[in-house]
C-alpha cells in the first residue's frame, strides 16, 4: 500500500501545476454538489417547519358547495357539516380504519382583559385536538374531559395574544420563544404565565384562562381554544358544525387513501343529497397524502439537486481523465521498462487507477470540506434571517447543511468518479507493449 | 540445455510482409557466455527479443529449461520474464524519478518481495558493483558507466536463468565497455551466469566465449571463442 502511494506521490510531485488545476475541477464540482444539496435542505426545511408538527395520519373534513346538481337539486348548494356527520364517521361503516371523530364550531369574538383586548377565533374543540395538532402547551394545560362534560366556559389563549392582553405583546421574533418579552413601546416585562387563573371577558361571558399556548408565526396565531360543548352552546348553529377532523389507521399507500376517501365521499354526500362523486360538495384534506406528496416533492427536488452537482462534477471527471491520457502518453517508456523488468498489466493498471481515484478524492474532499464550511456560513447568515411576507415571518432557510448520507454518498461518488476517470488510460496504459513502449522516447 | 530454439519463424506483417527470422535453430547451455553478432537488419534484435519473451514468434519452438515459451498471456509473460530473465539495454533503461537503489529494487517489487529485504538486497548488489556510494542518486547524476551498472545490477537482483543483454557498451565510449565487459566476463566466470549479448560490434563480442553469427534471419557461423581470438583488434580493446 505504502508503493502505492510513493509511486503516486512521485508521480503528482512531477506535475504539481497539472494536478492542482485538474483538481480544481473536481473541487469545484464537489464543492457545487455540497452547497447545493445544503442550499436545497435549508429550502425544504423552510418549508416544512410547522408542518411537521402535525400527526400525520389525520383527515379533516369541511363543507364546501355543490359543483353538479343531483336528485332534483341544482348544483351550487352550500353543504354544512352536522353532528350527523360526525357520527357517520364514527360509526360502524368506517370502523375499519377510523379511530376517533372530534369536531369544531367556533366564531369570530373579540376578547377583553381590562382596557386591553384583541380580536380572535375562538374554536370550540375536544382534548384529542392537541394530541392531533401537536398542540404545545406551555403553561397551564389544555382542555380536559371534564371542561368538556361540565360545559366550563375556560379558554386556552396562545402565548402573544397573552402578552398583548397584559400590555406587552413585543413582536420582535427574537421574543418568540421568550417567557419574558421586552415592550418597547411601555417598557414593562410582562409574564404571561400571571394570566392563568385570571377571567378574559368574550361578549357578555366571562372565561378563565387555563392554558398558554405556544405561538408561532407560521400558523394563525389569533386563534383560540375553548371547550366544544361550551362554544357549541353559546355561538353554535344547531346541528351545524364547522368541520371534523378524525384519526385513521391502515391507509398505508395513496392509493388505499384515495379509495377510502372515494368511500368515505359518497356516504356523506349522500347525507346531504350531493351526488357521490361531487368532490365539492365537502373537503377533504387528508395530511397523510399531503405528507407523501410533500415527501415526493423533497425526494424530486433532492434528486434535481444531485443530478445538477453530478453533471458539474462530470467536468471535473472529465478533466482527469484528460490528465492521465496525458499521464500515461508521458510515460509509456516507463511502463515499457517496468513490463520488461515483470510487471503485470494489472499492476500498471493499478498505477494509474489508484493515481486517478487518489487525485479525485483528495481534491473532492476538499471540495467537500470547502462546501461544507459554505453551508455553515450560509446558515449563520441567510439562515438567521427571515423574510417578511404578508405580515408574517418566514424563514428563507433553515438548517442549510448536508448531513453524513451526503458525506458518505458523496465519498462513494468520487471513488467511483475516480475509477470512472482512470479507467480508460489506465487500460491504455496496461495494453502497451513492451518492445513498442522501449521504443518510444 | 537451458535454451533451445526450434526452427523458430517471425514475419513482421507492417504492410509489407517481412520475414525477419527463416528458421532459427541455437541451443544454449546453461553458463554459457555467447554473443549474437549480425549487421543491422539481420534480426538480431528480433531475436533477443523472443529470447526476452517481450515478443512472440509464429511458428516453431522455443524452450527455456524445458519450458515451452509459447502463447503466454501477458501476466504469465511478465511473470517469467521477471523470474528468469534479466535485461540490460544500450540506453539503461533507468527510471529517471527513481534513485539507482530504488531502481535495482524494482524487480523485486513485482516479486511482491517486502520493503525492507528488497531495499538490503538492492544494497548488497550495488556494493558489489562499487555503486553503494550512489545509491540515492538519480541517474541523471550518474555516468554512463555508472546508469550501465545500475542496470546489470537490477538485471542480477532475481537471480535470473539468463542475462540478455542488448548492445550493453552501445552508448559507453571504449574504456568503459572494456569495464562492461569485463564485468559480464567475471559473472560468467564467477557465478556461472548464463549471458547472451547481442552486438554489432566485434570486440565486444570478442569478450564472449562463443559468437553465434546471423544473417538475414539465418543462423551462419557458430564460432567458439574461448581463445577470445576473433577480433582482428586484440583481445583487450573494444574499437569504437
Not at chain 1, 336528485?71 to 354544512?80: A, C, P, S, Y
Not at chain 1, 464550511?373 to 433553515?398: F, N, P, R, W, Y
Not at chain 2, 535470473?160 to 571504449?174: F, K, M
Not at chain 2, 566466470?189 to 565486444?204: A, C
Request: proline share 2%.
Amino acid at each position: 500500500m505504502r508503493d502505492v502511494f510513493t509511486e503516486i506521490w512521485e508521480s503528482v510531485r512531477r506535475n504539481k501545476l497539472r494536478t492542482c488545476l485538474t483538481g480544481f475541477a473536481v473541487s469545484w464540482g464537489i464543492f457545487m454538489l455540497i452547497v447545493l444539496l445544503g442550499a436545497g435542505n435549508g429550502l425544504m426545511n423552510a418549508f416544512l417547519t410547522g408542518s411537521e408538527d402535525i400527526a400525520t395520519n389525520t383527515m379533516q373534513v369541511g363543507g364546501g358547495r355543490t359543483s353538479k346538481p343531483y336528485d332534483g337539486l341544482k348544483e351550487g348548494r352550500r353543504i354544512w357539516l352536522e353532528d350527523g356527520d360526525v357520527a357517520l364517521t364514527g360509526s360502524e361503516l368506517f370502523a375499519d380504519h377510523v379511530d376517533q371523530v372530534i369536531s369544531t364550531v367556533g366564531t369570530n369574538v373579540t376578547v377583553n382583559y381590562g382596557k386591553r383586548y384583541f380580536s380572535g377565533y375562538i374554536e370550540g374543540n375536544y382534548p384529542a385536538r392537541q394530541e392531533m395538532d401537536k398542540i404545545e402547551v406551555r403553561y397551564g394545560r389544555f382542555i380536559n374531559d371534564k371542561d368538556i362534560r361540565e360545559n366550563r366556559k375556560v379558554v386556552v389563549l396562545p402565548e402573544n395574544q397573552a402578552e398583548t392582553l397584559l400590555g406587552g405583546g413585543s413582536r420582535d421574533s427574537g421574543a418568540r420563544f421568550a417567557t419574558l418579552s421586552f415592550d418597547s413601546s411601555s417598557g414593562i416585562e410582562v409574564d404571561v404565565r400571571s394570566l392563568i387563573g385570571k377571567y378574559v371577558k368574550i361578549g357578555t361571558f366571562s372565561f378563565r384562562v387555563v392554558g398558554i399556548t405556544k405561538s408561532d408565526q407560521m400558523s394563525d396565531s389569533n386563534l383560540f381554544y375553548a371547550p366544544y360543548t361550551t362554544v357549541k352552546i353559546i355561538y353554535g348553529k344547531g346541528k351545524e358544525i364547522d368541520d371534523l377532523t378524525f384519526t385513521f389507521h391502515g391507509l398505508d399507500s395513496e392509493a388505499a387513501n384515495e379509495a377510502f376517501e372515494e368511500q368515505y365521499r359518497a356516504a356523506v354526500n349522500l347525507r346531504h343529497r350531493a351526488a357521490p362523486d361531487d368532490r365539492r360538495a365537502i373537503w377533504i384534506w387528508n395530511r397523510f397524502t399531503q405528507n407523501l406528496q410533500m415527501n415526493k416533492g423533497r425526494r424530486i427536488l433532492s434528486t434535481a439537486l444531485w443530478i445538477i452537482g453530478l453533471l458539474t462534477l462530470l467536468g471535473g471527471i472529465v478533466g482527469v481523465s484528460n490528465i492521465m491520457l496525458i499521464t500515461v502518453k508521458e510515460r509509456t517508456h516507463e511502463f515499457g521498462i517496468r513490463k520488461a523488468i515483470g510487471a503485470s498489466p494489472w499492476s500498471i493498471m493499478k498505477l494509474i487507477l489508484a493515481e486517478s481515484v487518489s487525485i479525485t478524492a483528495f481534491f473532492g474532499y476538499v471540495g467537500m470540506l470547502l462546501g461544507m464550511i459554505a453551508c455553515m456560513v450560509l446558515d449563520k447568515t441567510v439562515g438567521q434571517s427571515t423574510m417578511s411576507v404578508m405580515d408574517e415571518q418566514i424563514a428563507m432557510l433553515v438548517n442549510p447543511t448536508v448531513g453524513l448520507d451526503v458525506a458518505l454518498g458523496a465519498t462513494v461518488v468520487l471513488i467511483v468518479a475516480g475509477t470512472f476517470a482512470g479507467l480508460f488510460p489506465a487500460r491504455k496504459a496496461a495494453q502497451v507493449r513492451p518492445i513498442e513502449a522501449l521504443r518510444a522516447e | 540445455m537451458l535454451i533451445e530454439l526450434k526452427d523458430v519463424n517471425k514475419t513482421y506483417n507492417n504492410g509489407q510482409p517481412l520475414h525477419v527470422l527463416k528458421g532459427i535453430n541455437l541451443d544454449i547451455d546453461r553458463g554459457e557466455f555467447v554473443s549474437i553478432m549480425g549487421a543491422s537488419g539481420s534480426g538480431k534484435s528480433t531475436l533477443l527479443n523472443i529470447l526476452g519473451i517481450l515478443d512472440n514468434y509464429d511458428t516453431g519452438e522455443y524452450y527455456i529449461d524445458g519450458k515451452l515459451i509459447k502463447n503466454l498471456s501477458e501476466k504469465q509473460a511478465a511473470d517469467y520474464r521477471n523470474r528468469m530473465i534479466g535485461f540490460i539495454f544500450q540506453s539503461y533503461n533507468l527510471i529517471g524519478f527513481k534513485t539507482a537503489v530504488e531502481n535495482v529494487e524494482l524487480p523485486l517489487f513485482y516479486q511482491g518481495v517486502a520493503r525492507k529485504k528488497r531495499h538490503q538486497m538492492a544494497m548488497e548488489y550495488l556494493d558489489r558493483l562499487g555503486l553503494a556510494d550512489w545509491a540515492t542518486h538519480y541517474p541523471n547524476e550518474m555516468s554512463g558507466g555508472q546508469k550501465q551498472r545500475v542496470a546489470i545490477a537490477r538485471a542480477l537482483i532475481t537471480r535470473p536463468q539468463i542475462v540478455l543483454a542488448d548492445e550493453p557498451t552501445g552508448a559507453l565510449d571504449s574504456k568503459t565497455s572494456v569495464e562492461i565487459m569485463e564485468l559480464l566476463q567475471q559473472l560468467n566466470r564467477e557465478e556461472q551466469m548464463t549471458i547472451i549479448v547481442v552486438t554489432h560490434e566485434s570486440g565486444v563480442a570478442n569478450a564472449t566465449n562463443k559468437i553465434v553469427h546471423i544473417k538475414d534471419g539465418i543462423i551462419g557461423q557458430i564460432e567458439d571463442n574461448r581463445e577470445h581470438q576473433a577480433s582482428a583488434f586484440g583481445t583487450t580493446t573494444i574499437m569504437k
